[in-house]
């Protein structure tokens, strides 16, 4: 007996090949997908597979929608640089007065856990409620052993509590702390001391740096990449976002989960990202946030083979953004996406990008059963409607997480 089978008027699979089913069924059982696929090719009676069907009249299922990119753990918000960006201030000249990163580390350093989990947990659940099921979140405004430490922990408390799939990602190079006395010095706590003691505690699912001209160099990422191999975490890396900095061939160098951001990628990148499988994340809310006028090189991507994956890039610096799918909009707006790669960008690249694509990302047999019944009657609608809250029901690993309270 399945514990659950659901009749949809529609479903969108998903996956390498995927199909928009009518007249559906998807049944669940030890949080797995059973079955997917026409309810007329059932083997039985609906009320004689499972121990509970649920009809909907309306709407389509797809699978739950993945995050791969948040750096949703934080206190406070600098809705003061926002001001002062609009203003003419640049994001680099912020970070160098001692504001940007340096004062979300504050703020967050000084966060109890508790009080952490709060402000994570209600930005998580506005993720949820329009249709996300998996989350990964990176650490990175700690930036000492302890406060990066009750980052991760908080993050997996999330994932607990919340019943969503949580990737926690040691952010381990962000930004050189304000305390950090001698920059080698603080690199090598933070890569050679600090990761192996959170790794060994079970709070690192990957690793990741901010390669950036402002923030750390190739030199000190590779120190990071090199120590992550030895413990055989992934790698991740925030690369070419403001400057070339040949972030995307290093990413690939390292055969990297994914390399994120992108602007600035040249075209040997781009190449290097398809041959390598590392996943190109493209983040197009901090984007817009920075008024930025250099975008990635989609069509280089595309024409490369590259796979592609849109996040929020959630952040309170650069990317403030409460709702993948409009991320799915930003990306086709502005980095011309195609409907059918933004949904792609959220479902299956995006469990690439995770390296959770034997268990994630379609709605398929022994996959996990992660699903959204929404209000809409086909998949490019997830894009279509900017914001909002299309999503009806939410179900992560078979229990609902979410059910959206119906107006009358
Ligand atoms: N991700 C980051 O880590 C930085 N930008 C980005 O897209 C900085 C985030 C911040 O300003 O807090
Ligand atoms: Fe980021």
New binding site residues.
Partial sequence: MWDCLWIAPRLWTGGNSPTLVEDAALASQGGRIAYSGPASELPDAPSRLAREVRRLAHGLVTPGLIDCHT?LV?AGQ?ADEYRQRLGGVS?ADIAARGG??AG?VRATRAASADELYALAAARARQLIADGVTTIEI?S??GLDLESERKMLKVARRLGRSLGLTVRTTY?AL?SLPPDAGDRAAWVHAAVAEWLPQLAAEGLVDAVDA?HEGIAFHADEVRLLFNAARALNLPLRL?AD?LSDQQGAALAAEFGALSA??LEYTDAAGCAALARAGTVAVL?PA?YLVLKETRKPPVAQLRAAGAAMAVAT?L?????PLLSLRTAMSLAIGLFDLTIEEALAGVTSHAARALGIADTHGCLAPGRRADFVCWDAETPAELCYWIGGTLAREVVAGGNVIHSRPEHH
């Avoid at 952040?315 to 990317?319: A, C, H, I, K, V």
């Fill in positions: 750096h934080f600098r994001y940007g990163i979300s990176k990175g405004y952010l962000h901010y925030h976002q994120d951001h983040l901090a890039d952040n309170p610096g650069t990317s």
